[in-house]
T-cell receptor, first 110, second 115 residues
Framework: GQQLNQSPQSMFIQEGEDVSMNCTSSSIFNTWLWYKQEPGEGPVLLIALYKAGELTSNGRLTAQFGITRKDSFLNISASIPSDVGIYFCAGPEGAQKLVFGQGTRLTINP | GAGVSQTPSNKVTEKGKYVELRCDPISGHTALYWYRQSLGQGPEFLIYFQGTGAADDSGLPNDRFFAVRPEGSVSTLKIQRTERGDSAVYLC?????????????FGPGTRLTVL
């Protein structure tokens, strides 16, 4: 099956800094999704990308669907304490099942 | 409205025992998914239901795992003869129709610990 590789695996930043993380695939995806998971909760969808080259924002979050359709990145601007969590990229394999990356754990020092 | 709910939130069992994990999807959602999340990893697909039928069970690791959704709403994931390697968080998700552009909404998960 398809595999997604996320980097970095973890990030330790100061409040107010910008954050950038990315995801690469061994094969083409037609949709890229970015989820956030907090302790004791399930993943929550942040941004969905459906078209190669697409750049989409959701508040302080910006994500892009790579032109090759094998990569995507997520940026968070002016980080705040509530941004702490694990960020996952995901894409559909077949019509319904999602394949997830291993996650990027974000820690913010106030 | 209520989101996806899962019970129990935590389950501790002994090796060899049988367990059932329950998922209540969002009302009206026809598609339901089970995923398994091991420590430090992303969720891994187990099975997908469209209505009452299992449309894709390719992620179930072996025949000890089985899931049902008899009335097209609540689903139960059943694990027989549990092994220590089954310890993980089991996540359930639902979506309106199950197309690849539908958002999958996840529940909080059931943390299963097999001693």
């Amino acid at each position: 099956g398809q595999q997604l590789n996320q980097s970095p695996q973890s990030m330790f930043i100061q409040e107010g800094e910008d954050v950038s993380m990315n995801c690469t695939s061994s094969s083409i995806f037609n949709t890229w999704l970015w989820y956030k998971q907090e302790p004791g909760e399930g993943p929550v969808l942040l941004i969905a990308l459906y078209k190669a080259g697409e750049l989409t924002s959701n508040g302080r979050l910006t994500a892009q669907f790579g032109i090759t359709r094998k990569d995507s990145f997520l940026n968070i601007s002016a980080s705040i304490p509530s941004d702490v969590g694990i960020y996952f990229c995901a894409g559909p394999e077949g019509a319904q099942k999602l394949v997830f990356g291993q996650g990027t754990r974000l820690t913010i020092n106030p | 409205g209520a989101g996806v709910s899962q019970t129990p939130s935590n389950k501790v069992t002994e090796k060899g025992k049988y367990v059932e994990l329950r998922c209540d999807p969002i009302s009206g959602h026809t598609a339901l998914y089970w995923y398994r999340q091991s420590l430090g990893q992303g969720p891994e697909f187990l099975i997908y239901f469209q209505g009452t039928g299992a449309a894709d069970d390719s992620g179930l690791p072996n025949d000890r795992f089985f899931a049902v959704r008899p009335e097209g709403s609540v689903s139960t994931l059943k694990i027989q003869r549990t092994e220590r390697g089954d310890s993980a968080v089991y996540l359930c998700a639902s979506s309106i129709t199950g197309t690849d552009t539908d958002t999958q909404y996840f529940g909080p998960g059931t943390r299963l610990t097999v001693l």
